[in-house]
């Protein structure tokens, strides 16, 4: 009886943990984003993403941005920001037109359609 009731326990909790795993994989996407960033209007590390989309470009007040996104001349709209989820390093270069063109931001490598999903949708809904 003993046994039966551990092995009725293990398959539950197994199966727990299973049902976990979606919701863990889908903060995932948009947890990198945290270490760097507010999803408030408050500056981190980097600026804050509250309003981020449709945002014109290296204009959060009170950020200090590289000089290549400090002139913009481009929102943050959904093809920028996958470009830039995927790698801000290259995605700079080609926004700005300038082979040199640096950021602060490491690529971040979510380049995944339905990760990238996630992610806008969690910056949508700020």
């Not at 996104?69 to 830039?84: F, Q, S, T």
């Not at 359609?113 to 910056?123: I, M, S, T, Y």
């Given at each position: 009886?003993?046994?039966?009731?551990?092995?009725?326990?293990?398959?539950?909790?197994?199966m727990?943990?299973?049902?976990?795993?979606?919701?863990?994989?889908?903060?995932?996407?948009w947890?990198?984003?945290?270490?760097?960033?507010?999803f408030?209007e408050?500056?981190?590390?980097?600026?804050?993403?509250?309003?981020?989309?449709?945002?014109?470009?290296?204009?959060?007040?009170?950020?200090?941005?590289?000089?290549?996104?400090?002139?913009?001349?481009?929102?943050?709209?959904?093809d920028?920001?996958?470009?830039?989820?995927?790698?801000s390093k290259?995605?700079?270069?080609?926004?700005?037109?300038?082979?040199?063109?640096?950021?602060?931001?490491?690529?971040?490598?979510?380049?995944?359609?339905?990760?990238?999903?996630?992610?806008?949708?969690?910056?949508?809904?700020?």
């Amino acid at each position: 009886m003993k046994k039966l009731l551990m092995v009725a326990a293990s398959a539950a909790f197994v199966m727990g943990t299973m049902s976990l795993a979606p919701m863990s994989a889908q903060a995932a996407a948009w947890g990198k984003c945290k270490g760097c960033h507010n999803f408030t209007e408050k500056n981190k590390v980097g600026p804050g993403l509250k309003g981020v989309v449709g945002r014109a470009a290296g204009s959060m007040e009170g950020f200090k941005y590289k000089p290549a996104l400090a002139k913009g001349g481009w929102n943050w709209d959904e093809d920028h920001l996958r470009a830039w989820m995927c790698n801000s390093k290259k995605a700079i270069k080609e926004f700005s037109g300038d082979d040199h063109a640096k950021t602060k931001m490491p690529p971040q490598k979510i380049c995944d359609a339905a990760k990238q999903d996630e992610v806008l949708a969690k910056l949508k809904s700020l």
